[in-house]
């Protein structure tokens, strides 16, 4: 990679930095996505809610407000487009207490003055009609039909594959280490060697204050905030149809109950203010609270039901909003950063004002020959019985289930290698192998087996998520110790 110059470097692969990029292949620019992970989407963009924010929440005039709801509105044609899975399942505002239901006028008419589409008040007898598993004590909702949800990894995913049909390229495993300007051109370090680039997106998520202050642009600093999620079995995921938010007390917007778009259900998240950004523990004090919250929102929640914990880092800033603007120590970079809560919501509108800051400094045209389309998924486990049969008849590799909880086949996994997939946990989350009930006790073999005969590497080669995650031999380290130990 050494002495290659780009017009755009694009530093961070969340969904920030892929609708960046993606927007940007559109136009005839050479540009580049540096990410330090072995695959995109593996910072805040794979662990958040997944929820497609309706708009009400934000105070007007603040950026979270004027990215969100223009960001919600893109979201149907990009993920068609894109192929990716999105429903737009509609959110409710429970009110439980008769203070909490005047509350929801202010947030009715903060999500018109927003644009808020459809936004209305229900009482509690219509709000229980719809949602027939809302606790006896409720006493209205706020109902925003245009709320959805969405699987965050894919879609950063399908926009990474997009933009490099149409030209981008993508560097991982590749961690920005330093950056020097000279007045026309910055000169990126990274752990791989340095690129030259004319212009920098700044989308490190949680890093994006250490990226700036790469600059000497030190006009924000990134507070992480922890919060900790629980995915819920199957069997859960329609005890409601729509998500469900409480009334906010504090400064998040509460602790959830999600549909989500997979047909699982998910609770969470806490929000604590935290020191490290990689504390990514979870903690029996996490869901306890997150229980007893969603226990007076919905009746018949099963805790015995989560299959897997896990927590995402907010990354937000310390102005309390996004920060979307060209650097001012050095306007050749630009800032999308502070992403906490709507940013995933957010990121398609995001993109698009990014790229219109970079047109205030530089002619940008468009290519003729632009795809938007990705190539179509085949979602084995969505077809019909017939539709089954057909592709086995084509490819037997259809034939062969790898993942039994998520009835994911071979050709499926094949695939998703074909389009980018590295990693165990690459494949988990494009494909959902290892994302259902047994969390991969079954098919991680099965999923290392086909990625080491795809990508051409041993068995002990294969990693988790990149880096040395590597199973074969971690496994192999510990028979060895237990050898000893009998000797
Ligand atoms: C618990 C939780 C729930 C949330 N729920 C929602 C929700 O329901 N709806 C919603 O709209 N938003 C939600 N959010 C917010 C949303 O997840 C984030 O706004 C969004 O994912 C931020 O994306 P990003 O691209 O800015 O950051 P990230 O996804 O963190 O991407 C940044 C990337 O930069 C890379 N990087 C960092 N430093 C370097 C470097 N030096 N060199 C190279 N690469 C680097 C990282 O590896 C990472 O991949 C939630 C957040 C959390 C934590």
């Known amino acids: 990679m050494q002495n290659r110059h780009f017009d755009v470097a694009v530093i961070g692969g969340g969904i920030v930095g892929t609708a960046v990029v993606r927007e940007l292949s559109r136009y005839t620019l050479r540009s580049v996505l540096i ?32 990215y969100c709801v223009p960001g919600n509105a893109l979201y149907p044609a990009l993920c068609q487009e894109l192929d990716v899975n999105f429903r737009q399942n509609g959110i409710f505002m429970v009110a439980r207490t008769d203070e909490e239901a005047e509350l929801l006028h202010t947030y009715l008419e903060q999500g ?66 330093d950056i020097a300007w000279d007045g026309t051109s910055f000169t990126i370090q990274t752990n791989r060697g340095s690129v030259t680039a004319s212009h920098i997106i700044n989308a490190a998520g949680l890093f994006a204050d250490r990226i700036a202050a790469m600059v000497d642009d030190t006009s924000f600093s990134i507070v992480p905030r922890k919060g900790e999620e629980y995915l819920m079995d199957k069997a859960m995921g329609d005890i409601v149809e729509r998500t469900i938010f409480p009334v906010p007390t504090g400064w998040t917007k509460g602790v959830l109950v999600i549909p989500t778009v997979d047909g699982n259900l998910m609770i969470g998240p806490t929000g604590e203010t935290i020191e490290r950004r990689d504390d990514m523990a979870t903690t029996a004090e996490g869901f306890a609270q997150v229980y007893q919250n969603v226990k007076t ?33 050095c306007p050749a970079m630009i800032h999308a950063a502070g992403m906490e ?8 509108a995001i993109a698009l004002d990014v790229v219109r800051m970079l047109q205030d400094q530089v002619a940008l045209t ?9 190539r179509p998924v085949v979602r084995f486990h969505q077809l019909s019985r017939e539709e089954q049969a057909g592709l086995i008849e084509q490819d037997a590799r259809y034939g062969r289930i790898v993942c039994r909880c998520e009835t994911v086949t071979e050709a499926e996994v094949i695939d998703a290698v074909k389009r980018g997939g590295r990693t165990i946990d690459g494949i988990k989350f494009r494909v959902r192998a290892g994302a259902g009930r047994c969390q991969g006790g079954f098919c991680m073999p099965l999923v290392m087996k086909i990625l080491s005969r795809e990508l051409g590497i041993p068995m002990q080669e294969v990693s988790k998520r990149g880096g040395e995650t590597y199973q074969l031999k971690a496994a192999a380290k510990q028979f060895l110790t237990v050898e000893e130990a009998v000797q």
Not at 341 to 348: E, I, R, V
Not at 366 to 374: M, Q, V, Y
């Open 35 to 66: 990410e330090k992970e072995a695959e995109v989407g593996w910072g805040t963009t794979k662990a958040n809610s997944g929820i497609v924010h309706a708009g009400f929440h934000d105070k007007p005039g603040t950026n979270k407000a004027k």
């Open 112 to 177: 018109r003055e927003n644009g808020v589409p459809g936004i209305r008040l229900v009482n509690a007898e219509e709000a229980v009609a719809l949602e027939p598993n809302l606790t006896k004590d409720t006493k209205a909702a706020l109902d925003a039909p245009s709320g959805g949800v969405v699987a965050p990894f894919e879609l950063a995913t399908a926009l990474m594959e997009n933009a490099e049909d149409n030209g981008a390229e993508l560097l991982t495993e590749t961690r920005v280490e």
């Open 297 to 329: 929102l919905v009746e018949g929640i099963d805790p015995s039901k989560v299959i897997a914990p896990f927590a995402g880092i907010r990354a937000a800033s310390d102005r309390g909003d996004f920060v979307i603007e060209p650097s001012s120590v």
């Open 341 to 348: 809560s709507p940013g995933l919501t957010a990121a398609p």
């Open 366 to 374: 468009k290519k003729p020959d632009f795809r938007p389309r990705r």
